[in-house]
């Protein structure tokens, strides 16, 4: 059962001022790697759907989905908060990405696959459910493990995050719904200081300072997330893939590299195998460097694939 890659060139026509750190060239270095580096044989590359309305309101307001669908411009840029804006292509771009988290669900649950990557853009562990913030519109994971618990027979799910951002709107959307396991790292204190500190038994926040490398980040994890997924025993894993957490990021103050990616992947791909008869979707969220980016991802993925 081959491994499913969702991509779309129409991510591309998001964009933001220029010189915005969350630009098209990051889809376009992570497929060029991808290409380059034969990291897509045994790869089955496919286009995603737009999401449904209905997969959107499991996790959105429906004001905040008029407001964002009424907002989309004919031309120029509708700002949504200080370093996030809606250009002409945005607002597809969006619906696409969620699109893919929705269509990965339906693939796994049917059994047509188990392990899938959504490189897609823009982002969206920062969007709130009734909020666009941190480069974000919908958030895409969000809507996958909503649909996910849609299906008969899902009953529990994990969403697991290593951007060197907090997951705050994940968190939010699944602050009171215990079925959702949310494991995040991220620097502490950093942006968006927003659901860092929620007090839940299913909330699993893991503040890291600022210049934290390979042994802390990894010892954190295993402290704190293994604990977790034991407990909770998740039927299928979410991951929230940041790799703005690479030492060279420019908008990050971690000291990862692309061999901690590789081994948080084994770790959560381990865990899949133990609880979720191995089913994986990743979604892409920060990394704004972007060879670090382009690399991280080739590693991310050749972990997904195994």
Not at 6 to 27: I, K, L
């Amino acid at each position: 059962m081959k491994p499913i890659l969702f991509t779309h060139d129409d991510c591309d026509a998001h964009r933001m001022h220029p010189g915005h750190p969350e630009r098209p060239e990051r889809r376009q270095a992570i497929m060029r790697q991808l290409r380059e580096r034969k990291a897509l044989e045994g790869w089955d590359v496919r286009e995603p759907p737009l999401v449904s309305r209905e997969a959107l309101e499991h996790v959105h307001e429906a004001d905040y989905l008029d407001h964002l669908f009424a907002s989309s411009p004919g031309e120029g840029l509708v700002a949504l908060d200080g370093d996030t804006a809606m250009s002409p292509g945005t607002l597809r771009a969006a619906r696409l990405a969620s699109g893919a988290l929705e269509e990965a669900v339906a693939l796994l649950t049917r059994g047509e696959a188990r392990r899938v990557f959504c490189a897609m853009r823009p982002p969206g562990h920062h969007a709130e459910s009734d909020a666009a913030m941190g480069f974000c519109f919908f958030n895409h994971v969000a809507v996958g493990a909503a649909a996910a618990l849609e299906t008969p027979g899902i009953d529990r799910v994990a969403v697991l995050d290593f951007d060197v951002h907090h997951g705050n709107g994940t968190v939010e959307m699944f602050q009171d719904r215990p079925e959702v396991l949310v494991c995040s790292s991220f620097q502490h204190p950093f942006y968006p200081h927003r659901y860092h500190d929620v007090k839940r038994d299913h909330i699993v926040n893991t503040p890291l300072p600022a210049g934290t490398g390979s042994e802390a980040f990894r010892a954190a994890i295993e402290r704190d997330w293994t604990p977790a997924i034991e407990k909770h025993r998740p039927q299928l894993i979410f991951i929230s893939a940041g790799f703005d957490a690479h030492r060279d990021d420019p908008l990050g103050g971690l000291q990862l590299d692309e061999e901690d990616f590789a081994w948080v992947t084994r770790w959560i791909v381990s865990a899949a195998e133990k609880h979720a008869k191995g089913r994986v979707v990743s979604t892409l969220e920060g990394g704004y460097d972007l060879d670090a980016l382009a690399r991280s991802v080739e590693v991310h993925l050749r972990e997904l694939a195994r």
